[in-house]
């Protein structure tokens, strides 16, 4: 009885994301691809952590791409996939700014897309070779404050085949963070779930310079 009892704290103290009760790998219903702005991510985090990507001029970068239900999302679903090599992360940092944050996103979200690391990541690149960076902001040369939706609008600029309600704009302490966009699993745009589209509506949200 002792033993039963001290099992069942042990279980309890383990963290829920273990299981991922429910979460049956490949079952979803599109992507989100998330692009952050790197100068501003250095800003919040990457400066403290001294990340080499910080020491990059890099502009948007491929933080994650998310299987998502209409309504909510999976994560660290239980999968028979081989988990990637470091070479395999390592080779994603080029467009993620760092082979931790490629296994990062692998075991949070690429387990729960059915596919094989490789192929994730092969899929991952794809993606964000598909949708155009608007080139308006490489070409600051100072921080400045504007609308969130002007952001919005220079990627529907960029990217005809894109409309409103398949992309949104995140802010973050008074940041621009992140452009969201949503995507089918044949990686075309389609409209983002309720709780995808929450676009950010400061209208001074600053927005640093590539270094």
Known sequence: MRLATLAAALLTALPAQAFADGE??????YYVMALSWSPNWCRLEGDAREAEQCDTDAGWVLHGL???YHRGWPSYCPTVERAPSRQMT???ADIMGSGGLAWHQWKKHGVCSGLSAQAYYDLSRQ???SITRPEVFRTLDKAVK???AVVE???LKANPGLKADMLTITCRDGMIQEARVCLSRDLTPVPCGRDTIRDCTMTDALFTPTR
């Open 66 to 68: 998310w299987p998502q």
């Open 153 to 155: 609008e220079a990627f």
């Open 24 to 29: 049956k790998a490949g079952a979803f219903d």
């Open 146 to 148: 504007l609308p969130a």
């Open 90 to 92: 390592a080779a994603m």
């Open 127 to 129: 993606a964000y070779g």
